[in-house]
């Protein structure tokens, strides 16, 4: 049987043009829908990746949008123990 990965869709931090309200909401909806598919698998991201407020650390990301290596290596980590 076929399995997808789903990966949360990660906070920004400081971007006018996204909002972590509308990326909460999305995360929602298809954590939501992974639910009604038995072939797709949820992955949520931990808490690392959230400040207090909500957003994206300040040094999990250079622009407020892209991940810094630091990210990157987080990421990777949760992956590979979520991916066995």
């Not at 972590?20 to 797709?40: A, F, G, P």
Request: a negative charge; glycine letters at 4%; hydrophobic letters at 35%.
């Amino acid at each position: 049987m076929l399995k997808l990965s789903c990966l949360s869709v990660p906070p920004v931090r400081g971007r006018i043009d996204r909002s972590n309200t509308v990326i909460k909401s999305l995360n929602i909806s298809l954590k939501e829908l992974s639910t009604e598919i038995s072939q797709l698998e949820w992955i949520e991201l931990s808490p690392y990746f959230y400040d207090k407020f909500g957003n994206l650390p300040a040094d999990f990301t250079y622009d407020g949008l892209h991940f810094s290596e630091k990210a990157y290596q987080q990421l990777e980590l949760e992956l590979s123990q979520k991916l066995l």
